[in-house]
């Protein structure tokens, strides 16, 4: 397709249960970002991919978070034994570089914890 | 550090004009803003550099005061299809990767 596609849309797990949450990015992109959108808050960031840099996992809330890009392309953010408060909106974007200014977003994968 | 919108809300009659403001504890470089319809991927609307640009699409411009460390985002006789939360990301580098966001500005555009 065209724009940034997540897999699934939506997803309600139980308290304690994994889940992984993937992310392709428009083809060419360079930089991938994920952020989570909870209820009445803003966009929060939490981990960016540019090319075969470091990723800066800066934003990531505990270590029951962690990602991956395979090949410089399709992203996968995976939580760990998942918690209430992890249940939001996560939200991947790509942009053409890392300076690049405008932020390309797929439609999110909302994650219930039950 | 997180910048701060307002108003909260909004409700407009289409043709009406609305005004959104962003602003900043913090030096800025950069302000984006987006606008999000509910169940939707925000989509980009423009960014603003230092040096107090003012850009314009279509019918929403904006303006970014440095020394205010504010950006103002205007809409003029505002359409149906404005509706939507609208939110601010702020840079105080020269690139996305930090942009700290608003908590939005849901706006609602009635006939």
């Known amino acids: 397709g065209a724009g940034v596609s997540q897999s699934p849309s939506n997803k309600v797990t139980e308290k304690g249960k994994d889940v992984e949450l993937r992310c392709d990015p428009i083809?060419?992109?360079?930089?991938l970002y994920w952020y989570r959108q909870s209820l009445g808050q803003g966009l929060e960031f939490l981990i960016y991919f540019q090319g075969n840099s470091a990723p800066d996992k800066s934003g990531l809330p505990s270590d029951r978070f962690s990602a991956e890009r395979t090949g410089g392309s399709v992203s996968t953010l995976t939580i760990q034994r998942t918690q209430q408060e992890d249940s939001a909106v996560y939200l991947c974007a790509s942009s053409p570089g890392p300076n690049t200014g405008e932020l390309f977003f797929g439609e999110g994968s909302r994650l219930t914890v039950l | 550090q997180q910048p701060v919108q307002s108003p909260q809300a909004v409700i407009l009659r289409e043709g009406e004009d609305a005004v959104i403001n962003c602003s900043s504890s913090k030096a800025l470089y950069s302000v984006h803003w987006y606008r999000q319809k509910h169940g939707e991927a925000p989509v980009f609307l423009m960014i603003l550099l230092k040096g107090g640009e003012q850009k314009g699409h279509e019918k929403i411009s904006a303006s970014f005061n440095e020394k205010k460390q504010q950006s103002s985002l205007y809409l003029t006789a505002s359409q149906l299809s404005y509706s939507g939360t609208y939110f601010c990301?702020?840079?105080?580098?020269?690139?996305?990767?930090?942009?700290?966001w608003g908590l939005g500005t849901s706006l609602a555009v009635n006939p």
């Open positions: 990301g702020t840079s105080n580098a020269g690139n996305n990767r930090k942009l700290i």
């Open positions: 083809s060419g992109h360079t930089a």
